[in-house]
């Protein structure tokens, strides 16, 4: 695919948040860009404001109104497309080129110095991280970001003007679902963790370890990957002598590692070790014990490439974070209130974890909307343990996204599996008003499903508790 050729880009899924970085990167470059999505969020919204033409109808060969041309359109597919869908279909049916999200960002990030981010969690944190440490640094970097930046209100960062083609960074998460990162070829390398995920997929869990091995070994110079993980030790015993392959960790002395961590007014502290040198009294800008693991791979990479300690320290106090990550929606003396995109046992067990240990002595409640009827088959069991950790917690009903029901598969089947007593089921419907009567002293809403639309009707009703006390 030859970029220089391309005068039109046509996107199905727009609205991902994957997609629509790609959109606005086509847009940036002066490609005439449109697309469709099923629905319309606050995101689409945006890009419709920032110019580029969106719908919500599947139009099927009325999008021949469109007006595309084949010779010079690009048609980008996010894999949550069904396969009956009729835009897409009649697109294959005129020979269209027709590439998947991911193919498209590895040819984008073929022309450049590329850092990848892979993980099944911990990676959008990590890669926003490691784009402000580059961005506000001298070495400068561009970026394809999984999530919004607080920092720049974008999930696409752009290079500075003027800057040398041929030492340009990008920071791209690497996606392991569909095995989309397998596209990808980074200088740099990140693996935060291989928990199992995604196994309507993948089968098995081994067949996502071997997937993340077959990107490590696409990584072209230097890979840091957390030193609890199996994968560390295969990788270094295969591949040593061909890359240097370097281990991080918050819990052990590593190559990269972090020690001396403390809490100090919801910030934590800590002092970093990367290789012979030590970088002491480094504060995160953002809460959460994972998040100073994050910051700890985020920060070796950043070393890695060419940033100082004072940018570093800089850098890490300035972050913001992510939207939906640890975001605080209030916080006040009588109440915390946190939204996050955790949907997988070990993103539940890490903020409820955190949040345990940032205020301990208050009651935790947490709202939890499971995301797909597999994923909530596969791990049962994990969300029931990772979810009893909390005082209470309330269930919405499991989201499907892409997937049609599953019989016998509910939230309550999570449900009775939890040992927590303050346990309870609950509709849209019914939630606001549950919410109001569990009386918070710190609120979890939990999910990546449409769980962010009921974060601002749930912030008014706590506001309104607020004011009546």
């Not at 003027?162 to 200088?187: C, I």
Request: net charge negative.
């Amino acid at each position: 695919m030859n970029l220089a050729n391309i005068k039109q880009a046509y996107f199905l899924g727009i609205g991902g948040i994957g997609m629509s970085a790609i959109a606005r990167y086509f847009h940036t470059m002066g490609i005439k860009v449109m697309g469709y999505d099923r629905t319309e969020t606050t995101l689409t919204a945006e890009l419709q404001q920032e110019g580029i033409a969106v719908h919500y109808e599947d139009l099927g060969e009325h999008i021949q109104s469109l007006q595309l041309n084949k010779a010079h359109c690009l048609v980008v597919l996010t894999p949550a497309v069904p396969k009956d869908h009729q835009e897409w279909n009649w697109l294959k049916e005129q020979g269209f080129t027709i590439l998947k999200r991911s193919q498209v960002l590895g040819v984008i990030t073929d022309a450049y110095q590329t850092i990848g981010v892979a993980g099944t969690h911990g990676k959008t944190t990590t890669s926003t991280l490691l784009a402000h440490l580059l961005k506000q640094s001298k070495v400068d970097a561009a970026a394809f970001l999984g999530g919004i930046s607080t920092n720049y209100g974008t999930n696409l960062l752009l290079h500075k003007e003027n800057a040398s083609t041929q030492e340009q960074w990008m920071v791209v998460e690497a996606d392991e679902f569909d095995r989309s990162f397998l596209t990808l070829h980074p200088a740099i390398g990140i693996i935060t963790s291989t928990d199992a995920d995604h196994l309507d997929i993948y089968g098995e869990h081994d067949a996502l370890k071997k997937s993340f091995a077959d990107y490590a070994a696409q990584v072209k110079n230097t890979l840091f990957i957390k030193k609890e993980l199996a994968l560390f030790d295969e990788c270094a015993a295969q591949w040593k002598q061909h890359k240097n392959i370097y281990s991080y960790s918050i819990k052990q002395t590593a190559d990269v590692w972090a020690e001396n961590i403390s809490i100090e007014n919801d910030r934590y502290s800590f002092d970093l070790h990367y290789f012979n040198q030590t970088v002491t009294g480094l504060y995160l800008g953002i809460p959460g014990l994972h998040n100073v693991e994050n910051a700890v791979a985020a920060s070796a990479a950043a070393l890695a490439a060419g940033i100082d300690e004072e940018e570093l320290r800089a850098g890490l106090a300035s972050f913001k974070g992510v939207k939906r990550r640890f975001e605080y929606i209030i916080k006040s003396k009588n109440l915390i209130y946190i939204d996050d995109y955790a949907h997988h046992p070990e993103e539940l067990r890490a903020i409820i974890g955190s949040v345990k240990q940032m205020y301990a002595g208050k009651k935790i409640t947490v709202v939890f909307q499971p995301h797909l009827y597999t994923r909530t088959r596969d791990f049962a069991d994990g969300f029931a343990e990772t979810l009893s950790m909390a005082d209470e917690t309330i269930l919405m009903e499991i989201y499907p996204a892409r997937e049609l029901p599953i019989p016998g598969i509910t939230s309550e089947m999570i449900l009775n599996k939890m040992s927590l007593k303050q346990k309870s089921l609950s509709s849209k419907q019914q939630l606001l008003e549950k919410i109001s009567a569990a009386k918070p002293e710190v609120l979890l809403t939990l999910g990546a499903g449409d769980i962010d639309q009921f974060v601002e009707p749930i912030k008014e009703v706590l506001a309104q508790q607020l004011k009546a006390e």
